[in-house]
Nanobody, 128 residues
Framework: HVQLVESGGGSVQAGGSLRLSCTVP????????????MAWFRQAPGKEREGIAG???????SYSDSVKGRFTVSRDHAKATLDLEMNTLEVEDTAMYYC???????????????????YGQGTQVTVS
């Protein structure tokens, strides 16, 4: 594959759980090894895109205050994947969720766009 592939979105009732998964393009992992950061962003209708969870190339993890304690992000360097376990989902979590990768230390959650940032097509999460 040549682009980020996201999966796992869907509809769930408030209080429920979902797990999202993302795989980077093969050429990225082949050429960079694990020297890139990965992160999850989301965008609700009428709102700006926001970063919610990320894992840098050195394994350091960051969360936004809005999901801390409810969401868990994990990265498998060998498989070039980034998973997001979402628990205790709230109606306010309804959004399109996007996976992203970028150069090391370029996945700050408060930075939505960089010259090198790549996003996937997104996967919809609906909480009712």
């Amino acid at each position: 594959h040549v682009q980020l592939v996201e999966s796992g979105g869907g509809s769930v009732q408030a209080g429920g759980s979902l797990r999202l998964s993302c795989t980077v393009p093969i050429f990225v992992s082949d050429s960079c090894g694990s020297s890139y950061c990965m992160a999850w962003f989301r965008q609700a209708p009428g709102k700006e895109r926001e970063g919610i969870a990320g894992v840098d190339s050195d394994g350091s993890i960051s969360y936004s205050d809005s999901v801390k304690g409810r969401f868990t992000v994990s990265r498998d360097h060998a498989k070039a994947t980034l998973d997001l376990e979402m628990n205790t989902l709230e109606v306010e979590d309804t959004a399109m969720y996007y996976c992203a990768y970028d150069l090391p230390r370029h996945c700050a959650l408060k930075v939505v766009t960089t010259r090198t940032r790549k996003y996937g097509q997104g996967t919809q999460v609906t909480v009712s």
